[in-house]
């Protein structure tokens, strides 16, 4: 596939993946499914989606086997943002030039929201036509993503002082980049050994993410890397992160188009600046 190609097959299957999300968050289901709808279809980038797909695609997986997984990751990231702007955290008012849900409804409506799109991720995954052990291990790692192994206990590590940034990072943002990868591993039936360099480089990949975050916007979160470390030294860190997920896309035979133009992108934002 040719990087046109596959520019293209990601465009479309964000528009396939907009629509299989939309269908698992019917509009009168519940009091809150508004609120979900209103979280999960403000302008998001799908990063975490697409990974998912664009890896399935790339060593030939049928969209319909990794779509229920790219929708309960997105449904846990997506619950994540909810949860950090709350007056509590982060104080947001705007995500995406559109008011924060806590701002647009009320804090105690989106706290109960962020609850349940976790909830409505394992839903997703128990509806999926996976094998009962496959359920299971995706089960088990969407949750171990959402809690004090993941984000949670990235965002605790926030609130006290002294945190190792990188382990705060690797919690509240690798997690879920890992469990993506992972999770994709799995359904595709690889061996141990290799699922868990899947789940070492969605790690790597997620600090790397939010690196680019806070050397691009000092002062959005109640933490950020820059309190600790100086500019130059963040971008070297950067730099050998980058570098290290190139060299772990080439072990892992998945340089290849559509998955390693979507890492590109990922690797790429906001390169303007380098390391002197």
């Known amino acids: 596939m040719t990087a046109p190609k596959a520019n293209r097959f990601l465009r479309t299957r964000e528009a396939l993946f907009e629509e299989y999300l939309s269908s698992k ?3 009168a289901r519940s009091p809150l499914h508004p609120l979900y709808r209103y979280a999960l279809f403000s302008g998001g980038k799908r990063v975490r989606p697409l990974l998912v797909i664009s890896l399935g695609e790339l060593l030939s997986a049928s969209q319909e086997r990794v779509l229920p997984w790219a929708a309960a990751v997105e449904m846990v990231h997506t ?6 702007d709350l007056p509590l955290l982060d104080n947001d008012d705007l995500r995406r030039g559109k008011p924060t849900l806590h701002k647009a409804f009320s804090p105690g409506l989106a ?5 349940g799109l976790v909830s409505l991720g394992a839903e997703v995954l128990q509806e999926a036509s996976y094998s009962t052990s496959l359920k299971l291990r995706l089960t088990q790692l969407l949750l171990r993503s959402w809690g004090d192994q993941g984000i949670a206990g990235g965002q605790s590590m926030e609130l006290l002082p002294d945190s190792d940034p990188l382990d705060l990072f690797a919690m509240k943002t690798g997690a879920l980049f890992a469990a993506a990868l ?11 050994k290799r699922v868990k360099l899947f789940a070492s480089l969605g ?3 997620g600090i790397v993410f939010q690196l680019q975050d806070d050397l691009q916007d000092s002062g959005s979160s109640s933490f950020n890397i820059l309190s600790r470390l100086n500019r130059p030294e963040c971008l070297r860190l950067l730099e050998e992160k980058v570098d290290r997920c190139r060299r772990m896309v080439h072990t892992l035979k998945v340089d290849a188009p559509p998955f390693n133009e979507l890492m590109e992108r990922i690797l790429t934002r906001g390169k303007d600046e380098k390391a002197p």
């Not at 619950?79 to 950090?84: G, K």
């Not at 706290?111 to 609850?115: E, K, S, T, V």
């Open 111 to 115: 706290l109960l929201a962020g609850d």
């Open 79 to 84: 619950a994540s943002l909810v949860h950090d």
């Open 203 to 205: 790690e790597e990949l």
């Open 182 to 192: 992972e999770g994709t591993a799995l359904i595709l039936g690889f061996t141990p």
């Open 25 to 27: 968050v019917p509009e």
